[in-house]
Nanobody
Framework: QVQLVESGGGLVQAGGSLRLSCAAS????????MGWFRQAPGKEREFVSG????????QYADSVKGRFAISRDNAKNTVYLQMNSLKPEDTAVYYC????????????????WGKGTLVTVSA
């Protein structure tokens, strides 16, 4: 069983930055691909970014390309999401998720989920 705990959310002004962290309680963290998803009020959960086991490959939603950066530290069992140039439309609960294989990240394909951290971007 993989337990994921997100942190780093909060209130920030438009144009500001936040770094989200997701700590995994699993001995074999380096065998999991990790993803970040978000869910805004009244909307479906959507893909934000994903990274492979080693950190050498990553994917981004078009809406965050050039502004967000995903990374991981396998020694710390942690994946990060650096969010820059934040916009009000980035306001959402951000979730990290894990699965064994890489490829296209879809909500239904993820095996384990955290409980999320709220990011609010004010205009």
């Amino acid at each position: 069983q993989v337990q994921l705990v997100e942190s780093g959310g909060g209130l920030v002004q438009a144009g500001g930055s936040l770094r989200l962290s997701c700590a995994a309680s699993v001995f074999t963290f380096s065998t999991y691909s990790m993803g970040w998803f978000r869910q805004a009020p009244g909307k479906e959960r959507e893909f934000v970014s994903g990274i492979d086991r080693s950190g050498s490959r990553s994917q981004y939603a078009d809406s965050v390309k050039g502004r967000f950066a995903i990374s991981r530290d396998n020694a710390k069992n942690t994946v990060y999401l650096q969010m820059n140039s934040l916009k009000p439309e980035d306001t959402a609960v951000y979730y990290c998720a894990a699965r064994i294989y890489y490829g296209i990240f879809r909500v239904d394909d993820m095996a384990f989920w955290g409980k999320g951290t709220l990011v609010t971007v004010s205009a």
